[in-house]
């Protein structure tokens, strides 16, 4: 009986073992008697649109050292901290530590010094396959494609976004040990070798994308800016063509010993800082007006330089008024009565309707991390000088793809497109695994109020004929000027934005060209002067790029000469400047000119918009 029972207890134990446990128990043998280092998966490339590479991984290795096998640690210690420069200290006690099977001396090593260690041969030393990311370049489309840390994962930008995506599946390298942690020469060794990421294409096209870059060099000398920011959208499909925010820094050079500046730099400012955009707002306003029947071509709105309401007298920013005016002069002249008047028409509910319908107070969805959705006001709290001040892009605020986005849903038809970075993303072999998942809203607006917001849109950039913008292309566009303000509220003295949006072809938009530039320091700041003169330089690139041909060959800009209008009176200095074919922008209130921008005798092409400040 006992032996009947002890016999039992013994198969129901070998059970137990065998069965029940028998998978854990392998594994902690394998554990025992192994020693393994890992193979680090290449990232997927990241390509364009044209099919450039802008990321990409290639081979380093890892350094290790088993204590157990070191015959002279202090030999050992020396040769690694000389090659490496690191603490003698610290790689000595790794290299004495024989509780432990093995620990890391140094990662990311290029292949050339890491065949200078292997050349050693180290007791103890072993070299682990790893990857690290290059960038072809360098400083191109920083906070777009983001950074990777040491240890190869996505940090900002796509890289970080699309992590999962782009990281593959590690590998790793067994070799059997003795009881002691030391290799068995002669024994069985067992490679797994590393999955690739799969590869991601974006929409961005490079050659847009360096256009912009070096635009956003210029300006940030030129108009000695805090920050500027650039995009180019397809106004078709929402694909973000190029996008980009200077300061920047290269990326095969990131510089995390300064990580304020590392944080600040990395943002995506498009898509993560919200500002109030002043008058290229009123491209939504007079939109949802239309659409409305509340305003049309032959509107006349009258302008004496401000509005009462609610009890509270709001400027025009031509303090000296724009007088009567129709609908199209009102947005070419940006005048804030207008844009008051349509707002107040609107009345709040709709208003609120049409800016929820163009994606305000709302993220867009773009495929980037730490999106803001901008600041509407409760429409509950809203009084009626709140929604006169939002009607000419004061009291609201928005990111700038955000704005760009409900800009291209007017423009292109009435069809909202949510922006989107990445393309495609494909395996190794090609083959493809996902699609970028646009998100789409028809009849936002109709096509006949579409159109005519673009006959405004290229009336407001064309003020001294047909394509004279860009001489003889069909572009159209308006500026926008607003004020900052500090966290604390308030509006933060002589700081401001200044921006411009541009459309091609006006009559039907394909491409709409972004520029910000926050806090110009220069003498001006006007959107006119400080943002709309590199917009124009964006589109003279893209059409050369783009091999697009003159709507019109016979177009020719005049030249005109600034003539010198300091301390006459503001009637007098008006009359020089608009006799001179210039158009002017108005610093001021009082009535005598103590100040001009350019300088007398400075040539300009007809239209151009200059300075006066009164006193």
Not at 62 to 88: H, T, W
Not at 178 to 201: F, H, K, P, W
Not at 259 to 270: C, D, I, T
Request: charged share 20%; net charge neutral.
């Amino acid at each position: 009986m006992v032996i009947s029972f002890i016999f039992c207890a013994l198969c129901i134990r070998l059970f137990v073992l065998q069965v029940v446990e028998g998978k854990s128990l392998q594994i902690r043998a394998t554990d025992q008697w192994t020693r393994d280092l890992a193979i680090v998966a290449p990232r997927g490339k990241i390509y364009d649109k044209t099919g450039a590479t802008l990321a990409v991984s290639y081979t380093t290795y890892n350094i290790y050292v088993r204590a157990r096998e070191v015959k002279n640690p202090e030999l050992v210690s020396r040769k690694l901290c000389d090659e490496f420069s690191l603490d003698y200290e610290s790689v000595y006690k790794k290299a004495t530590n024989k509780k432990v099977s093995e620990s890391l001396v140094k990662m990311q090593v290029e292949g050339e010094q890491a065949q200078k260690i292997y050349d050693m041969r180290l007791d103890g030393i072993y070299l682990a396959e790893n990857t690290a990311r290059f960038y072809p370049y360098g400083n191109l489309l920083t906070q777009v494609l983001g950074f990777t840390s040491i240890d190869n994962e996505g940090q900002t930008g796509v890289e970080a976004y699309y992590n999962k995506t782009l990281a593959g599946i590690n590998g790793f390298s067994y070799v059997q040990s003795d009881l002691q942690g030391r290799e068995i020469g002669g024994s069985l060794r067992y490679y797994v070798g590393a999955q690739e990421g799969n590869n991601l294409t974006l929409t961005i096209d490079s050659k847009m994308q360096l256009t912009v870059e070096q635009t956003l060099e210029k300006i940030m000398l030129e108009q000695k800016a805090k920050a500027v920011t650039g995009i180019i959208l397809d106004a078709q499909n929402g694909g973000v063509l190029a996008m980009s925010s200077k300061p920047s820094f290269d990326l095969n050079n990131v510089p995390r010993e300064n990580l304020e500046a590392l944080f600040e730099q990395s943002k995506m400012k498009s898509v993560t800082d919200i500002y109030e955009p002043g008058s290229t707002f009123k491209i939504l306003t007079v939109s949802a007006a239309l659409e409305e029947g509340l305003t049309n071509l032959n509107d006349r709105f009258y302008c004496p330089g401000y509005r009462i309401v609610d009890g509270m007298r709001i400027k025009c920013w031509k303090t000296i008024g724009h007088g009567s005016q129709n609908l199209k002069e009102a947005f070419a002249n940006s005048c804030n009565c207008c844009f008051m008047d349509l707002a107040l028409r609107l009345g709040k509910d709709k208003f609120y309707s049409y800016m929820e319908k163009f994606g305000l107070g709302q993220k867009t969805g773009i495929d980037c991390s730490g999106e803001q959705k901008g600041i509407l006001m409760s429409k509950s709290v809203v009084k009626n000088v709140d929604l006169a001040r939002m009607g000419f892009g004061h009291a609201i605020t928005v990111t700038p793809i955000q704005l760009l986005s409900g800009v291209a849903c007017v423009t292109n038809g009435g069809t909202y497109h949510s922006p989107h970075i990445m393309d495609s993303v494909c395996d190794k072999d090609g083959n493809v695994e996902q699609k970028a998942n646009v998100k789409t809203k028809e009849n936002i607006i109709s096509s006949s109020t579409s159109h005519t917001v673009n006959e405004l849109l290229e009336f407001a950039e064309n003020k001294t004929g047909k394509y004279t913008f860009v001489e003889g292309y069909n572009v159209g566009g308006k500026t926008g000027t607003a004020q900052k303000y500090k966290e604390t509220g308030g509006i933060d003295q002589g700081k401001y934005i200044s921006s411009f949006i541009g459309t091609y072809p006006a009559d039907n938009p394909k491409y709409l060209v972004f520029v910000m530039v926050d806090e110009p320091s220069a003498g001006a700041y006007y959107g006119s002067i400080v943002a709309a003169p590199y917009g124009k330089m964006i589109f003279t690139e893209l059409f050369e790029y783009l091999g697009e041909k003159k709507q019109d060959e016979s177009v020719e800009v005049k030249k005109c000469t600034m003539p010198y209008v300091e301390g006459l009176s503001l009637a007098a200095g008006v009359d020089l400047i608009k006799k001179a074919g210039l158009e002017y922008e108005l610093d001021g209130e009082g009535d005598m000119i103590v100040k001009q921008l350019p300088p007398q005798g400075t040539v300009l092409n007809e239209g151009t918009s200059v300075v006066i400040v009164t006193n």
